[in-house]
């Protein structure tokens, strides 16, 4: 894959991918079809076309593709990712899952989304109080600069703007 030499993260990959890309994909990929894997294949599709077939060498090559994938994941970010990993992913889809474990899953997803919705907050509301006591503080801050700040144009064009950007608030 030409992407992959290049250091990209998987977004910057999607928003360049194109068709062009995706046939060169292709390509490449079909130029690593060997022989023997199309032996293997047309063996059980048309045994009269294939000749010597060998067979595959199941754990070499399923070890070379674990090796390609944790390379290629590696590349585009996933540095803590380790062929221990993948060889578990990998190990944990052969089997079809059962009623009783997609059961198991569907429960386990509604039991994480609940907390996110005991989590939420109300929504948030101003009242009168909190306003007055933050325009007190306000008030107590500005004054502090006026008294303490050798520069009084200063201290008063800071006064000013916070009393215009706030001026939002004193209306209501």
């Known amino acids: 894959m030409r992407q992959s030499?290049?250091?990209t993260n998987v977004k910057e990959f999607w928003k360049k991918f194109n068709i062009k890309i995706a046939i060169d994909i292709i390509g490449d990929a079909w130029n690593d079809v060997t022989q023997q894997c199309l032996n293997g294949v047309w063996k059980n599709i048309w045994p009269a076309v294939v000749n010597d077939f060998q067979g595959f060498a199941a754990d070499e090559f399923i070890s070379d593709a674990r090796h390609g994938i944790v390379e290629m994941v590696?590349?585009?970010?996933?540095?803590?990712?380790?062929?221990?990993?993948?060889?578990?992913?990998?190990?944990?889809?052969?089997?079809?899952?059962?009623?009783?474990?997609?059961?198991?899953?569907?429960r386990e997803q509604h039991e994480e989304e609940e907390p996110m919705e005991e989590n939420e907050r109300p929504p948030r509301v101003l009242m009168m109080k909190g306003m007055a006591d933050a325009f007190k503080l306000l008030d107590?801050?500005?004054?502090l600069f006026d008294e303490n700040d050798p520069n009084h144009e200063r201290s008063a064009e800071v006064a000013r703007l916070m009393k215009e950007v706030n001026a939002c608030y004193m209306e209501l």
């Open 74 to 106: 590696k590349s585009v970010g996933f540095e803590q990712v380790n062929e221990e990993n993948m060889a578990e992913l990998l190990d944990s889809h052969r089997e079809e899952l059962s009623n009783k474990d997609l059961l198991e899953l569907d």
């Open 140 to 143: 107590g801050y500005l004054a």
């Open 5 to 7: 030499r290049e250091k």
